[in-house]
């Protein structure tokens, strides 16, 4: 097959480069200005009735987002990163749109490639996510307890809950919680840095930084995503984990991430992307969280016995939590002892109840 | 089969924004698959329109995230095989696209080795060489494949198997062959 590829006779990005962005957004102009055949299931006539047609709305002025020249265009045009926009103002999603606080939604999503799609669009139709460094994370986290114990797993079943809701200063400064109904906030007990004196901010397993700055400035095209992934588990390897950058590895590195940051939409998407595009992650269609909730979500098995469920609201696409089970009887020797699981057992649970950005602590989204 | 759109009830803003975002994700993928297969760059500005016109029309039927390329794919392949019939439609919305076209694109000529090569692949069967450049030229797997030509996975492999088979006889046979002149890959009877 390597013959066949020394013979294509122009790759998508020369062709690309070939045609300036102005040729096909005139091409696209007019596509949407023509009619489109009335088609079953399709309201034949727009809300407020009148005879438009369809895309020919006047006035509406095309332009490419990013008019880069040369070369670095046609890279952007290559990826699919062009974007047309007109002046009738941003998609209008079923939900939310007379709400502002409220997340648009495109309805559930029933497949793997459905849910990247209605998140991206979603979290696009959304404000852009940068919080600033005296904002406040919130997050309210179910977490699943064994009367039998656990350490990195529960050791019996899951008869205890833990709620703890949290706040944590984006600049992780100070953070602050619940206790006996009072709201106690103190200073970061995070290593400090010799060079600032402030407190350092942990860093999630496989990734360099967690930082919102560093986090917006991910691609969120899935598959630029993977590969900076990839880079990054050969220089932020995971210490617990023998998974190393092959497709497992980015599994573990996008769940860390997804269960440690309250992340940007369009990053979460974009993780979304990440782990539909992988053949061994499966997308699951029902998946319930601690809190009983109904979700979808992506899954792997890893070790041949560990089932690992990422929860997805199928709705407002939000992470949800995680489901741990092991799928067959399994017997786990370490320097720290040895431990049996039986087929079905639930490892770890957790369900993520609520998340978001506030102004001061106390305070909820 | 026809997908949901999504946000329920289309507005035509929507309806218009769904196409944008198929578009801006899928030229330049219909565009270079257009370009592999006709040395004619007027026919390739036709089969990008006429494959985006067709989505533009039928966006109901274009399955979301990447399977839209896949369905893109299956139109634009269509699209060429009626252009080879003679069924070819000029269309007007693409003159913009044909002026830049024509002025900058210039098939690839071979020589050597490589005009071995490409002497071999094009005396195949115009099936098998669909398949292997939808895997060498698209970079797709068998199942991406199998949803572009509408047949199954275990198809394509059967398929793509024979094909990888009677291109490797041909291009033994040409190497046994002299030296033969420079040769372009595509002259529009690729569909």
């Known amino acids: 097959m390597n013959q066949i590829r020394r013979i294509s006779p122009v790759s998508d990005a020369d062709a690309a480069r070939m045609v300036r962005g102005d040729a096909l957004a005139d091409l696209a102009g007019q596509i949407v200005a023509t009619p489109v055949p009335e088609q079953s299931g399709r309201p034949a006539a727009r809300a407020g009735g009148g005879s438009r047609r369809p895309g020919s709305s006047r006035g509406r002025r095309w332009r490419l987002v990013v008019p880069v020249a040369g070369v670095a265009a046609a890279a952007i045009i290559a990826t699919g990163v062009i974007v047309l926009h007109g002046s009738s103002g941003p998609a209008k999603p079923t939900v939310g749109a007379s709400h502002p606080d409220a997340v648009p939604s495109f309805g559930p999503a029933g497949t793997a490639a459905q849910l990247v799609d209605y998140a991206t669009r979603s979290a696009a139709a959304r404000p852009p996510f940068n919080p600033r460094p005296h904002d406040w994370v919130y997050t309210d986290v179910l977490q699943a307890t064994s009367s039998a114990g656990g350490g990195g797993y529960l050791a019996g079943p899951p008869n205890g809950r833990a709620e703890q809701k949290t706040w944590v200063r984006v600049d992780y400064q100070k953070y602050a919680y619940i206790e006996g109904g009072k709201l106690v906030i103190k200073p970061s007990d995070a290593p400090v840095s010799t060079k600032t004196g402030q407190a350092v901010l942990p860093v999630p397993f496989g990734w360099p930084s967690a930082s919102y700055a560093y986090l917006n400035s991910l691609p969120t095209n899935p598959a630029q995503l993977t590969a900076v992934i990839r880079h990054n588990l050969t220089t932020q390897p995971n210490p617990i984990g023998t998974e190393g950058t092959g497709n497992l590895g980015v599994f573990n590195a996008v769940q860390t991430l997804m269960q440690n940051v309250v992340l940007p939409p369009r990053l979460l998407a974009a993780l979304y992307g990440v782990l539909a595009s992988d053949p061994g992650v499966h997308f699951e269609r029902s998946v319930t969280d601690l809190d009983g909730r109904t979700g979808v979500g992506f899954s792997t098995v890893q070790e041949s016995y560990l089932k690992e469920q990422i929860v997805v609201n199928p709705k407002t696409y939000a ?47 | 089969m026809r997908y949901p759109h999504p946000g329920g009830p289309a507005g035509s803003d929507e309806r218009r924004r769904r196409f944008e975002e198929v578009y801006a994700a899928n030229c330049a993928p219909i565009l270079g698959y257009a370009l592999r297969r006709t040395d004619n760059p007027d026919d390739a500005a036709d089969v990008i329109a006429e494959t985006f016109l067709t989505a533009w029309r039928r966006l109901d039927a274009v399955p979301p995230g990447d399977q839209a390329r896949l369905w893109l794919y299956g139109v634009a392949r269509r699209v060429l095989a009626n252009h080879r019939r003679g069924e070819r439609r000029r269309i007007a919305a693409a003159d913009r696209l044909r002026a830049q076209l024509a002025a900058r694109y210039q098939p690839p000529e071979y020589t050597g080795e490589l005009a071995d090569i490409a002497a071999a692949f094009r005396s195949l069967p115009e099936p098998d060489r669909e398949l292997l450049a939808l895997v060498g030229w698209e970079g797709l797997d068998h199942g991406q494949v199998a949803a572009v030509l509408g047949c199954s996975r275990n198809a394509v492999r059967i398929r793509l198997h024979r094909a990888r088979r009677r291109f490797a006889d041909a291009h033994a046979s040409r190497q046994a062959m002299p030296s033969p002149a420079p040769v372009h890959i595509t002259h529009g009877d690729f569909a």
């Open chain 1, 319 to 365: 992470y949800m939590g995680y489901v741990d089970v092991a799928v067959r009887a399994h017997t786990s020797t370490a320097l720290d002892g040895t431990a049996h699981f039986h087929k079905g057992q639930v490892l770890g649970w957790q369900a993520m109840l609520a998340s978001g950005i506030v102004a001061k602590p106390g305070q909820l989204p």
